[in-house]
């Protein structure tokens, strides 16, 4: 099954993505995590990468492309994949679309008010990289981690003023996927506002028709 995630910060798209991967046996292939691996193995597309964030650039679409197709001649990409964080833009969705054939893309739904509320709350620990929300998983003492006692922070793009610019970058950016898809029939909408059980429940439903 070829499968694409869309939706703002904060729907949820990692943790249905992991649950996914694990129900149909296929690789969840972020943008973010190729970026990484390339540039921690060295790779070719790796040392291209990480010049140009040296540069201060924006990795140019033609890069990200070529990470992506490079992904899909692995193994466990031959039965299926969930791509989370590309295409990005238009251009991107068309080279997907010489690349491989989609089976649906799955646009996860939720409303701006409720995205501001899921990414302010959030809180790190610093040294471990453990994530709290202050609503709906609080550490056992406010502010404090449970297993290192140090104090928890808000990291800087978790701060209403950067939730604000990453939503109006993802509706310019990606908005516009939304109806290149849904004028090729393949969107499935999602209400990413229940819980992450109720919320794959829905994808598994909705994928089966």
């Given at each position: 099954?070829?499968?694409?995630?869309?939706?703002?910060?904060?729907a949820?798209?990692?943790?249905?993505?992991?649950?996914?991967?694990e129900?149909y046996?296929?690789?969840?292939i972020?943008?973010g995590?190729?970026?990484?691996y390339?540039?921690?193995?060295?790779?070719?597309?790796?040392?291209?990468?990480?010049?140009?964030?040296?540069?201060?650039?924006?990795?140019?679409?033609?890069?990200?492309?070529?990470?992506v197709?490079?992904?899909?001649t692995?193994?466990?990409?031959q039965?299926?994949f969930?791509?989370?964080?590309?295409?990005?833009?238009?251009?991107?969705?068309?080279?997907?679309?010489?690349?491989k054939?989609?089976?649906?893309?799955?646009?996860?739904v939720?409303?701006?008010?409720?995205i501001?509320k899921?990414?302010?709350?959030?809180?790190?620990?610093k040294?471990?990289?453990k994530?709290?929300h202050i609503?709906?998983n609080?550490?056992k003492?406010?502010?404090i981690d449970d297993?290192?006692?140090?104090?928890?922070?808000?990291?800087?793009?978790?701060k209403?003023?950067?939730?604000?610019?990453?939503?109006?970058?993802?509706?310019?950016?990606?908005e516009?996927?939304?109806?290149?898809?849904?004028e090729?029939?393949l969107?499935v909408?999602?209400?990413?506002?229940?819980?992450?059980?109720?919320v794959?429940?829905?994808?598994?439903?909705?994928?089966?028709?």
């Amino acid at each position: 099954m070829n499968l694409v995630f869309l939706g703002p910060p904060g729907a949820g798209k990692g943790t249905i993505a992991a649950r996914a991967k694990e129900f149909y046996g296929i690789p969840h292939i972020s943008t973010g995590d190729l970026f990484r691996y390339n540039i921690k193995n060295d790779t070719e597309l790796g040392k291209e990468v990480k010049a140009i964030l040296a540069s201060g650039d924006l990795v140019p679409d033609s890069v990200t492309i070529k990470m992506v197709e490079d992904r899909f001649t692995n193994d466990d990409a031959q039965k299926g994949f969930i791509l989370d964080g590309f295409p990005r833009t238009i251009f991107q969705a068309d080279a997907l679309k010489d690349m491989k054939e989609l089976d649906a893309v799955v646009n996860f739904v939720l409303d701006r008010e409720e995205i501001i509320k899921r990414l302010s709350g959030r809180r790190m620990c610093k040294s471990t990289g453990k994530i709290y929300h202050i609503i709906y998983n609080p550490p056992k003492v406010e502010g404090i981690d449970d297993e290192t006692g140090e104090a928890l922070i808000q990291r800087d793009d978790d701060k209403e003023e950067a939730i604000l610019n990453r939503l109006d970058v993802y509706k310019a950016q990606t908005e516009p996927l939304i109806a290149y898809y849904r004028e090729k029939g393949l969107i499935v909408d999602i209400d990413a506002s229940a819980s992450p059980e109720e919320v794959f429940e829905q994808v598994k439903k909705a994928l089966a028709k």
